[in-house]
């Protein structure tokens, strides 16, 4: 199954954060006590309720902004207490939000917070493995680059999910060059194999991508290798 990142909802709901936090200070202030022991146990439960709708709202709109490229609404919400891994329920990150989406601005802010970048949602998609879904080459480069932050881990291009597929399967199967292409040259491997064993040549030339096929040749992938009932991609090649 693929994701669907697209359809979200248009416009950051900016509003909601100080209204929020208004009524939870409203709270705090009709209670005329200095701390939350001291509450009656009411007020302690409206203002959790508050604390509880605004850290939602706050979530919400963070991912919201990663997936708009609105990096201006990052830093504040960040500093409000946002998590930069917050997930939606599906177990997607901000930053994959905004490797499907093609933020580039986005992606480098949320990595220059200490984004996990090899976390994996429910689907067992990655950030990188979105990013190539959609042939966005410079934030699949982003994420696989070094950098100088010593506990950073780029993003390994060799994962595979539940299926076996990896990123560079993706990009080959939609006859992504661009993406193949920064994937190779940081390292995917080629000629790994998915459960059906499939290569990710194999998948170019069965989509008729001619072009990422004489990429993922150029690169060493192995026409001759026997996939499924010893089904090769030269053979693919010919019934094609």
Known sequence: MRPDLIDIPKGIVDDLIPRFDARVKKVTRTAQVDTLSEMGEDEQELRNTFREMLEDERNKNFLIAATLGHVSHLTPLISLGVQVDTRDVQGRTALMFACYNGRNEVVEKLLGN?????AVDKEGYTSLMYACMRNNAQVARALMTKRTDPNYKRANPNYANADGLTALMYAAQDGYTEAALALLENGAAVDATNKGDWTALMLAVQGSHKQVAHVLMKAGA???????????????ACQN
């Open 114 to 118: 200490g984004t996990n970048v090899n």
């Open 222 to 236: 192995a026409a001759d290798k026997p996939g499924p009932q010893g089904v090769t991609a030269l053979m693919l």
